[in-house]
């Protein structure tokens, strides 16, 4: 037993001694292929390049505010040249610092495996869910959608994001595979008209049916409607905390997307000014007294 244990205690001094020794050589290998003169030289040239880049970003600035039409096109070529000088600088840095061998290259490509495979998993991601849009259509380039509580218009299906315009006139880009999981609605699916929902209050003791009929008649009448599909007027009485009132809900359909909401302005300011000339009023709020 007390030789066992003497084996034991041999085997585990000798695998730490020889794990020491590995470690050290570990060590010495990987100081033995730095360039400790090109270490200094290495910190000038980030010094020189964070100054040339400071530099560069106070000239954009300064021709940008006395010229404002070329502003965006200096800031374009300020992105290009900061990467192009990222670049240049760390492999300055890099050549100048090792002595490059095979141990350098087979380091350098492990690195850039792994982060290319990470870089790489978002994009294949995108790319299988864009053949997914492609094939499956939940919706189509010129369709009106909702998205995440974005509205607007789908501009283009590519196989990596799509790009919408919002009423606002942004431009937003969504990765494809986000449309994977999210509920998308789309307002027309491919065809250029859509139905337009606006709605209308009046209190309880008004004309309902009188109401009725100018709702329909204003939108029948805009020059935005799509009349081979038909205007409906929905009636609903309406019940909250503060107020009963009756609503009434026009489904029509303009003629075309980009026209949505010109035809809602045109519909609503020809309700109201009917109603005015009618006397139908809108709900009154109730006020609790103690």
């Not at 315009?165 to 990765?175: A, G, Y």
């Amino acid at each position: 037993m007390v030789r066992v244990l003497g084996l034991l205690v041999f085997l585990v001094s000798f695998l730490a001694s020889a794990s020491e020794e590995n470690t050290l050589t570990d060590i010495e290998q990987f100081a033995s292929l730095i360039r400790w003169s090109g270490v200094m030289l290495s910190l000038l040239v980030i010094a020189a390049t964070w100054l040339l880049l400071k530099f560069m970003n106070s000239i954009v600035e300064s021709i940008g505010s006395q010229f404002a039409q070329y502003r965006m096109l200096l800031q374009k070529v300020q992105s290009f040249l900061q990467f192009f000088i990222y670049l240049t600088a760390a492999l300055v840095v890099f050549m100048i610092s090792f002595r490059i061998n095979d141990h350098i290259l087979a380091l350098i490509g492990g690195t850039l495996a792994v982060s290319v495979g990470f870089a790489l998993k978002d994009l294949a991601a995108s790319f299988i869910a864009g053949l997914t849009v492609m094939i499956d259509r939940p919706f189509q380039v010129g369709d009106r959608v909702t998205f995440e509580g974005n509205y607007g218009d789908i501009l283009a299906i590519g196989l990596r994001s799509i790009r919408m315009r919002t009423l606002s006139d942004d431009i937003i880009t969504i990765p494809n595979n986000k449309f994977l999981n999210e509920v998308v609605v789309s307002g027309n699916y491919g065809a250029l008209d859509m139905q337009v929902v606006i709605p209308f209050y009046i209190g309880l003791n008004e004309d309902i049916e009188l109401a009725r009929n100018l709702i329909q008649e204003a939108a029948s009448s805009s020059r935005y409607i799509h009349l081979p599909k038909p205007v409906v007027v929905l009636v609903k009485q309406t019940i909250t905390d503060n107020y009963l009132a009756i609503t009434l809900t026009c489904k029509a359909y303009v003629v075309d997307t980009a026209y949505e909401k010109l035809f809602e302005t045109d519909v609503t300011l020809r309700v109201m000014s009917e109603f005015k000339k009618a006397g139908i009023n809108p709900p009154q709020i109730a006020v609790s007294h103690r």
